[in-house]
């Protein structure tokens, strides 16, 4: 269980876990299709990189956001004792 | 002290019961496919594939019947986080996602990533900024919650009533798409189709409440998946002779691209707030497929993009899903499975455009006219082709229904008749997942949020459930009606009611966890601003005095939402000292859910007082 003085740094802790997580994400899907079009020249695995990237790269980049934000934050909960019980 | 669990209850057999399920769809589809080899009547096979999936989720749903609300409205807080997020990525956009955002894979190429971003960014932002304190919370709805939250009966009941206008839009928008499908499948009308699955879902749901959606709605979106994914599997394995379509589709795209240069497919430059989405309908391939904003502008991509990501973020029948798991962590990893699956079906629609767009490039190469192959016959047949003009052959020669393309593909492969008819018959499983979320959100709102909404204690058991039952019904009911007498594309409806479930809950929802200041007044302007303003917009869009398409109406939803709720909540008094000690305890993961604890001691003060 919580100390109640742990509040305080546990909720801190969580906003900067969370800007982290949320911030560059929110930025990368709404760049990188901007910048389709020039990159489309290139290519990977076959696909113009461009499209390959606004598909493929921002499904790959939100799943590895979530699955980085759940194993942080399971830690920070843990750390200041705010965790679920097993 | 009763403590959150994460691996508390779980049925270790689920996997096995779910692997039964596959193998006998799996076994029906091969039995199907056997009896048409034979020469079995075309009638039989079509009704075989519609009602055989139809009884095994009525099956699974009338085997796990309840008489306790936590099982009711909650499946018992033991589905584990696969299960959850499979439900939530299916019924996200349901049947209408999966066959039009195909078609318009097919017909606009990159720009319809603008649906598919938005819709991976909402999972994103809903398991980091709002579910797993949702999930602390505990409510069985989201008015009940902000009810909660802001000690306000006005807050519940408005927010009550702004939920139920989008979750009715997305409910005759899932019937009518999956009433598209069944009545091509039976060659029954459209309208009766609506009324057998909206009875689909009263059958499915009634014995059990959610405890019945979940585990009939698993199986609805495992079937949803696997008809999806085998067929342009199969396609896969013959073009490129490697069986992961959505990273095998490169190379023709190269070569697509290359064929469009060469036959004069034009570069389309859309006004940066355009937004012409293909609608119901035959239609043109308007551009070349991998260059962008040819038909959705950059502006209108990234404002679409940002709607769609708030309305799934804080769509209020997503959010109660995920008090379903077993707790905050696995309520997290549940969204974690969500982006998953969303990403495959949704990378899987556009490996099938790419595919569609590589047959049709075969003709354009070979400019025969007058000689179709049988394939692109038997689609015109169909009713899903239009073939315009004479020789040369070129890509505007062909007008494809929108919302045939996914079916189009086992013809114009080739395969077997069966293949395309499990297609159909996953379109209708989405159908009726989307649908049971939306009608079962709408019901519980009704029991739980509308008539038993002045009140902070619930109704007796039976009363409740039986109330909630007769509310799901109903719902079930108007949202048929609903979807007869306002024929409206599916795909519109589906992004209005995005558009006005994130303006109404998504500033409200993310403030009432992320600012400790914000009170009922502010919850009552940042609901009404946000709700007034989106469907204003929408209205305005659609009768053209305002030049913005009604998709977008976040753009100007989102951020009246936002300021209606912080200058409100400014201009009048801080929230009391019980509400911030609430918001204190949302935020910590540990401890026991907030709405089983006041259940739990209501039970003993009743105790007591009888």
């Known amino acids: ?86 | 002290m009763s403590v959150t669990s994460r691996t508390r209850f779980v049925n270790p057999r689920l996997g096995t019961y779910f692997g039964i399920f596959a193998s006998s769809l799996a076994g029906l589809v091969l039995l199907l496919l056997i009896f048409e080899e034979l020469g079995t009547s075309e009638t039989l096979l079509r009704w075989g594939m519609l009602l055989g999936p139809l009884l095994l989720y009525a099956a699974i749903g009338v085997c796990v019947p309840t008489r306790e609300p936590i099982e009711f409205f909650a499946a018992g807080r033991r589905v584990p986080a696969g299960y959850t997020g499979l439900g939530i990525a299916v019924a996200t956009m349901g049947a209408t996602g999966i066959v039009a955002i195909t078609g318009v894979f097919f017909l606009i190429g990159f720009d319809a990533l603008c649906l598919v971003i938005g819709g991976l960014a909402g999972y994103v932002i809903m398991a980091i900024m709002l579910a797993p304190f949702f999930r602390k919370f505990g409510t069985f709805t989201v008015p009940s919650y902000l009810g909660r939250r802001f000690e306000s009966k006005t807050v519940r009941l408005l927010s009550a009533a702004c939920m139920i206008v989008p979750a009715t839009l997305m409910l005759a928008a899932e019937l009518r798409m999956g009433a598209f499908a069944g009545a091509w499948l039976v060659g029954q009308p459209q309208a009766l189709m609506i009324f057998i699955l909206a009875a689909a879902f009263v059958v499915t749901t009634l014995l059990g409440g959610m405890r019945s959606l979940t585990w009939s709605g698993s199986a609805e979106a495992i079937a949803a998946v696997l008809a999806l994914l085998v067929p342009v599997t199969i396609v896969a394995v013959m073009v490129t002779n490697f069986p992961l379509p959505q990273l095998t589709n490169g190379p023709l795209l190269r070569a697509l691209m290359y064929s469009e240069a060469a036959h004069g497919l034009p570069i389309v430059d859309a006004p940066t707030l355009g937004f012409a989405l293909p609608t119901e309908g035959a239609a043109h391939i308007a551009k070349r497929f991998t260059v962008p904003y040819g038909a959705v502008g950059p502006t209108a991509f990234v404002v679409a993009m940002l709607t769609v990501l708030a309305g799934v973020a804080a769509s209020p029948w997503l959010i109660p899903r995920v008090t379903m798991t077993p707790g905050v962590y696995e309520t997290r990893k549940s969204l974690g499975w969500a982006t998953v699956y969303f990403g495959l079906i949704m990378l899987t629609c556009a490996a099938i455009a790419v595919y569609m767009r590589d047959f049709v490039m075969d003709l354009v190469k070979a400019g025969v006219p007058g000689n179709l192959p049988d394939w692109m016959q038997h689609l015109i047949a169909l009713g899903f082709v239009t073939v315009e003009g004479a020789a040369p052959v070129a890509y505007t020669s062909f007008a494809f229904v929108r919302d045939s393309v996914l079916l189009s593909l086992p013809v114009a492969a080739g395969l077997p008749s069966v293949f395309l008819y499990f297609a159909a018959t996953g379109i209708v499983a989405a159908a009726l997942v989307g649908a049971g979320a939306t009608a079962s959100a709408i019901g519980n709102v009704i029991e739980e949020d509308i008539v038993n909404g002045f009140s902070s204690e619930p109704l007796p058991r039976v009363g409740r459930l039986h109330l909630a039952r007769l509310a799901m019904a109903g719902t079930a009911a108007g949202g048929a009606m609903v979807a007869l007498l306002a024929p409206t594309d599916p795909l519109r409806l589906l992004l209005w009611s995005l558009a006005i479930a994130g303006s109404t809950f998504f500033p409200v929802l993310v403030l009432s966890i992320w600012w400790k200041r914000m009170n009922d007044f502010g919850a009552i302007a940042g609901l009404g601003s946000g709700f007034a303003v989106a469907v204003l917009t929408i209205l305005a869009g659609e009768s053209n005095i305002l030049g913005l398409d009604g998709a977008l109406a976040g753009i100007v939803g989102l951020p009246a939402g936002a300021l209606g709720a912080v200058l409100a909540s400014l201009a009048t008094p801080q929230p009391t000292r019980s509400v911030l000690e609430l918001v204190r305890e949302i935020r910590i993961p540990g401890g026991e859910v907030i709405y089983d604890r006041e259940m739990r001691l209501l039970r003993l003060k009743n105790r007591e007082r009888s």
């Open chain 1, 1 to 86: 269980m919580m100390e109640r003085k742990e509040r305080k740094p546990y909720w801190r802790h969580t906003k900067w876990q969370v800007l982290a997580s949320v911030v560059p994400f929110l930025v990368l899907i709404i760049v990188l299709p901007l910048y389709a079009d020039s990159l489309n020249s290139e290519r990977f695995l076959g696909f113009p990189l461009g499209y390959f990237l606004s598909a493929h790269g921002i499904a790959i980049i939100a799943i590895f956001t979530v699955a980085s934000f759940v194993n942080r934050q399971d830690a920070i909960d843990h750390w200041h004792g705010a965790h679920e019980d097993m």
